[in-house]
């Protein structure tokens, strides 16, 4: 765990602009700050009882200038969960955005994604298919492909809305065909870097529960454990009370397993043989990052020749790129290398300058933040040694503004 993830993620929420000052970052939405970078510490807001709680974790302190205010400052990550600080970050916007005018707190919550895996969503709708042949070849053959399976998000939100389910994560509702023309629905279920959870199982079986009951279809739940405790296994849930028995039995998949077929892996054509080996090597490189550079410089060097359509290459680049976080300095290695393989290679430029402090694509309210952001990764890169094109190729700056600074 690294500033950089928290950085990302601050930059994923809806709307959020990043202010640069020497000192310190500032993130916010319609100009209302919910976090505060400065250093390598963390700065958010939390509620009154919450933040009784956390001033007495070694590794968090009351924000200088703002506990009143409920604000605190994480100084360190070493005795914090992954899951646990991305909660803070989203909580901290939550509530900020929710003093603000009430049309503005409606559209952006309403834009709120609460999970702290986008990125294996968006693998999950690219390549469903690939996904259940992957893990699930026996699912996978019984399934009519000729049909176009159908996700069916707004169904699992009428089920989950309110449910009381623990930390976020990536649940995904899937309609598909067996070759026996019957409909089924996949629930599936990706418990990404968490603890062992007691209320995991159940949730398995509350969600498959309401499912059946509301729409009285077959639902078959499918769960991937992608957390890095190798004892942690929960396959069934059961309940008892006076001789009367539940008892629900799910399939699951531990990631940590495919450590021992790493080059069955490697020989695999399959996307997912790619996120898999890209979320071992997050867990393998977590205190090493010179290490995560080689092997981030290595995994997206792989993607070509295994005849992947140009979205695919860049989705699995995306996902590399968002679980591989870097600090500043070694992502512009990182750029470096990438950028002469390409050019030796003939091959379209994959970048990710937005782990130097912009995120490319985001719309609403970013003009401002993304020309300061901008400058800031050009003066890094002239400080590194860049040659002036490389640097155009970079920022997206021109001439013009190079000559600035």
Not at 111 to 140: G, V
Not at 239 to 254: D, Q, R, T, V
Request: proline fraction near 4%.
């Amino acid at each position: 765990m690294d500033i950089e993830l928290c950085r990302s993620w601050c930059l994923e929420l809806p709307e959020t602009e990043n202010d640069f000052s020497v000192k310190k970052e500032l993130f916010k939405t319609n100009k209302r700050t919910f976090a505060i970078i400065k250093n390598e510490t963390v700065t958010l807001k939390c509620d009154a009882i919450e933040y009784n709680e956390l001033i007495n974790h070694p590794d968090i302190t009351p924000a200088k200038g703002l506990s009143k205010y409920n604000w605190i400052t994480i100084n360190k990550f070493d005795n914090l969960q992954v899951e646990d600080i991305h909660e803070f970050i989203i909580n901290s916007y939550e509530l900020i955005v929710k003093a603000l005018p009430s049309k503005i707190k409606k559209r952006l919550l309403k834009k709120l994604r609460h999970d702290i895996d986008s990125p294996w969503k968006d693998m999950l709708n690219i390549f469903f298919k690939e996904f259940i042949e992957f893990f699930f070849p026996d699912i996978a053959d019984d399934i009519d492909w000729t049909k176009a399976p159908i996700f069916m998000d707004k169904e699992l939100n009428k089920i989950i809305k309110n449910a009381v389910t623990g930390k976020r994560c990536v649940d995904k509702l899937v309609k598909v065909w067996r070759k026996n023309g019957h409909e089924i629905w996949v629930l599936l279920h990706i418990e990404i870097q968490s603890q062992a959870q007691e209320i995991f199982p159940e949730r398995m079986f509350v969600y498959s529960n309401r499912l059946k009951e509301i729409y009285q279809l077959p639902v078959a739940s499918l769960a991937i454990l992608a957390d890095n405790n190798p004892n942690w296994r929960p396959s069934k849930y059961s309940e008892e009370l006076w001789g009367c028995e539940k008892n629900f039995i799910f399939p699951i998949i531990k990631l940590l397993d495919y450590q021992q077929n790493w080059n069955q892996l490697e020989k695999s054509n399959n996307p997912f043989a790619v996120v898999v080996m890209t979320h071992l090597k997050m867990l393998e490189t977590q205190n090493n990052k010179c290490q995560r550079l080689d092997w981030k410089i290595t995994l997206t060097k792989n993607l070509y020749g295994k005849g992947y359509t140009q979205e695919q290459v860049f989705a699995l680049f995306s996902f590399i790129d968002w679980l591989l976080i870097l600090p500043r300095d070694l992502t512009i290695a990182y750029n470096k290398a990438i950028s002469q393989f390409n050019k030796e290679n003939k091959m379209r430029y994959l970048t990710t300058p937005e782990q130097i402090g912009r995120k490319e694509g985001r719309k609403e309210g970013r003009k401002e933040g993304r020309n300061e952001e901008k400058f800031y990764i050009a003066k890094k890169m002239k400080k590194q040694g860049f040659d002036t094109p490389v640097i155009k190729e970079l920022t997206g700056l021109k001439d013009k503004d190079l000559k600035k600074i």
